[in-house]
C-alpha cells in the first residue's frame, strides 16, 4: 500500500516548456487535489477532483490545466512553463466519508 | 484573500518547553479544522483535528483549543522535542457536499525545538 505517490520528483524547466506532474493513490479514494506551496503563503488549491472524468477549479487554477481519466490517477500539466510557477507541487486524496487528506511527497519545480 | 491567518511565521522553544500556534479564519461556513504536520522533503501529514461542537481536543503532547465566537484556534505542543521540529499548516473546510473536503490552509509555521 504505496499510499499517494508523484512523479517526478525533482524537475527543471526552461520558460514557455511544458510537462506534466502524475499523482497516484491506491487509497480508492473520491477526491484528489493538486496544491503548490510558497514560502510564507502555505498550501493554495489549484484544481481538484471529485470522481473519474470530473475536475474542478481551486484558488489558482490559471496557467494549469488537470485530467482524471482513471479514478486512482490525477494529472497535473503546464502548457507554457512561467518563472511564476517555480514551486513545490503537492498531490492529495481522501475519501468520500473521512475528512483526513493523504499527501503525496511533492514534486519540486524549477522553471528558469 | 487569505482566510485563514497564521501566527508566528517562526518560532523557537527549548525541549521541554510549550509551543503554541494561532490560527484566525473568516468563514462561518468552515466546520472542520485539521493541524497538519511537515518535515522536510516531506508531505503534510495530519496530526490532529477538531470540529467547532467542542473547545478542546487532546492527543497526547497536541492539543488544540477552539474559540467559535472569536473565530480562533490554536495548537499547543506539551513538553516539545526536538523531533517536533517541523512545519505546522492550521487549515479549514466548509459543511456541505459542494465543498468537496477542499482545504484552506494558514501560511504555516516554522517550529524549531532546541535541545
Known amino acids: 500500500n504505496a499510499g499517494v505517490t508523484q512523479t517526478p520528483k525533482f524537475r527543471v524547466l526552461k520558460t514557455g516548456q511544458s510537462m506534466t506532474l502524475l499523482c497516484a493513490q491506491d487509497m480508492n479514494h473520491e477526491y484528489m487535489y493538486w496544491y503548490r506551496q510558497d514560502p510564507g503563503m502555505g498550501l493554495r488549491l489549484i484544481h481538484y477532483?471529485?470522481?473519474?472524468?470530473?475536475?474542478a477549479k481551486g484558488e489558482v487554477p490559471d496557467g494549469y490545466n488537470v485530467s482524471r481519466l482513471k479514478k486512482q490517477n490525477f494529472l497535473l500539466g503546464l502548457e507554457s512553463a512561467a518563472p511564476s510557477q517555480t514551486s513545490v507541487y503537492f498531490c492529495a486524496s481522501r475519501g468520500v466519508v473521512y475528512n483526513e487528506q493523504f499527501f503525496g511527497p511533492g514534486t519540486r519545480l524549477t522553471v528558469l | 484573500q487569505q482566510q485563514v491567518k497564521q501566527s508566528p511565521q517562526s518560532l523557537i522553544v527549548q525541549k521541554g518547553g510549550i509551543s503554541i500556534i494561532n490560527c484566525a479564519y473568516e468563514?462561518?461556513?468552515?466546520?472542520?479544522f485539521p493541524w497538519y504536520q511537515q518535515f522536510p522533503g516531506k508531505g503534510p501529514a495530519l496530526l490532529i483535528a477538531i470540529r467547532p461542537d467542542v473547545s478542546e481536543k487532546k492527543e497526547g503532547r497536541f492539543t488544540i483549543s477552539f474559540n467559535k465566537s472569536a473565530k480562533q484556534f490554536s495548537l499547543h505542543i506539551m513538553d516539545s522535542q526536538p523531533g517536533d521540529s517541523a512545519t505546522y499548516f492550521c487549515?479549514?473546510?466548509?459543511?456541505?457536499?459542494?465543498?468537496?473536503?477542499?482545504?484552506?490552509f494558514g501560511q504555516g509555521t516554522i517550529l524549531t525545538v532546541h535541545p
Open positions: 477532483s471529485v470522481g473519474e472524468g470530473t475536475t
Open positions: 468563514n462561518t461556513a468552515f466546520d472542520y
Open positions: 487549515a479549514a473546510t466548509g459543511a456541505g457536499g459542494t465543498s468537496y473536503g477542499k482545504l484552506t
